[in-house]
């Protein structure tokens, strides 16, 4: 059985991690982390940030910070997962691309390489209602998806 686990850094994706380690340790499964990181989501930032400090001259290097800083976000909190997932025993990896989250999500999930998809009913924003990535996608995955809150 392979698990694959949509993770955004919120601590909702986190969660779900932790339900897929539980159904991998019973199942004798391997886990998959994966996280799609959208440039555009920089860009924006940089240029919210540039209106705030009426600095917009400073975008690019605002862009280039943030970009930096999401990736080894992401990767930090991948890596603590993994070593999480190795404690208890149970195979592990990650894999971080970069492009639409949506488009990239669903090119994976749908690869024929997962018995099932988890992920977190909210995103970072932490909104009350379901987040709208999963709105958009949950009906387009093919395997079984264990929405976890």
Not at 55 to 70: C, G, P, S, Y
Not at 87 to 96: A, D, L, M, T
Request: hydrophobic share 45%; charged share 30%.
């Amino acid at each position: 059985m392979r698990i694959l686990v949509l993770i955004d850094g919120s601590k909702w994706s986190q969660k779900a991690a932790l339900h897929a380690l539980a159904v991998a340790k019973k199942k004798r499964g391997k886990v998959i982390l994966f996280s799609a990181l959208d440039r555009r989501e920089a860009k924006a930032m940089a240029f919210n940030m540039g209106m705030i400090s009426e600095n917009l001259a400073d975008v690019q290097k605002f862009e280039e910070t943030i970009w930096r800083d999401m990736k080894k976000s992401i990767r930090d909190i991948m890596v603590n997962l993994l070593e999480f997932c190795q404690e208890e025993g149970v195979n592990c990896s990650f894999r971080i691309v970069e492009g639409p989250a949506k488009e990239k999500i669903l090119e994976e999930a749908n690869s024929g390489n997962y018995s099932l998809v988890v992920m977190g009913a909210y995103g970072r924003s932490g909104k009350t209602r379901i987040g709208s990535l999963l709105e958009d996608i949950v009906g387009l995955i093919e395997p079984p998806v264990m929405i976890v809150r």
